[in-house]
């Protein structure tokens, strides 16, 4: 809708957002002994979106492919003791139309890998403990303003917890860091936007690339259970630096 006075508000389809994805995805399980599993996944995903332009009265179009992998080992020699190896990896392809009529594209690829611990030392106790290092670049062709540099980086991240249970009660804490990447699409209309000289909001001195999102969080916590009745307090906090 849009706003035509204070009190009266029109319906303006080029205001409208809209967006279409489909999936395809298969995936595979298999025992390759007593203690040892292995699953893997391959996928191929589109997106289609619409979203209002307010200065071109039109929607603004966007289209993106992905294709993924994921994949992992899980080893479990005994009841208390485990461990898992995975990665993930895909590469997505992007294209938005430009101010002169034409598309600018871009493209990422991204891998990750990590590994998972699980101990159980006493019937009562578990804890857990993981790791994850992650790595992606991004690559654009603008035509109208070439030269935007690619944008690569690498980033750990970390998680632990403890699970406790004494009779009816049950004690646990985790925490850890947390790490997600800015939408390819996200930053070429940012890129677009300041960088266009057809663009409204040209200003390449303030440019900045999108940064990835940075948290770490930290959460504890008592349950209680005897028949019907159950009780529960939790605390948990989370920082987050440059929110997504």
């Known amino acids: ?19 279409r994805g489909q999936q395809l995805i298969g995936s595979l399980r298999s025992a390759l002994g007593e203690t040892l599993q292995a699953d893997l996944s391959l ?3 589109t997106l289609d979106r619409r979203e209002p332009n307010d200065y071109a009265h039109r929607q603004e179009p966007f289209q993106g492919h992905r294709n993924q992998a994921v994949g992992g080992l899980h080893w479990d020699p005994s009841r208390g003791v485990g461990l898992s190896v995975g990665f993930d990896a895909y590469e997505e392809f992007a294209r938005i139309s430009d101010y002169g009529g034409g598309f600018d594209e871009g493209e990422g690829r991204y891998l990750g ?7 159980q030392p006493l019937e009562a106790l578990r804890v857990v403990g993981a790791y994850r290092q992650q790595w992606f670049r991004q690559a ?3 035509k109208a303003f070439p030269g935007v540099p690619d944008e690569a980086r690498d ?3 970390w998680k632990a917890g403890a699970n406790l249970r004494l009779g009816d009660h049950r004690f646990y804490v985790s925490g850890g860091t947390g790490f997600g990447l800015p939408f390819l699409y996200a930053v070429m209309y940012q890129a677009r936007n ?4 057809s663009s409204w909001s040209y200003d390449p001195a303030a440019y ?8 770490t969080f930290v959460q504890a916590g008592w349950t209680w259970e005897h ?3 159950s009780a529960r307090v939790e605390g948990s906090r989370t920082r987050f630096d440059r929110l997504i």
Do not use: C, M, N
Not at 2 to 19: H, M
Not at 194 to 197: A, E, F, Q, S, Y
């Open 1 to 19: 809708y849009q706003s035509v006075s204070p009190t009266t508000r029109i319906y303006d389809r080029a205001r409208e957002t809209a967006s």
């Open 43 to 45: 996928g191929h995903a």
């Open 113 to 119: 890998a990590s590994v998972e611990g699980r101990w």
């Open 140 to 142: 654009f062709v603008f």
């Open 155 to 157: 980033k750990g991240t």
């Open 194 to 197: 300041l960088l266009d000289p």
């Open 208 to 215: 900045r690339p999108l940064q990835p999102e940075e948290s």
């Open 227 to 229: 028949g019907p009745w």
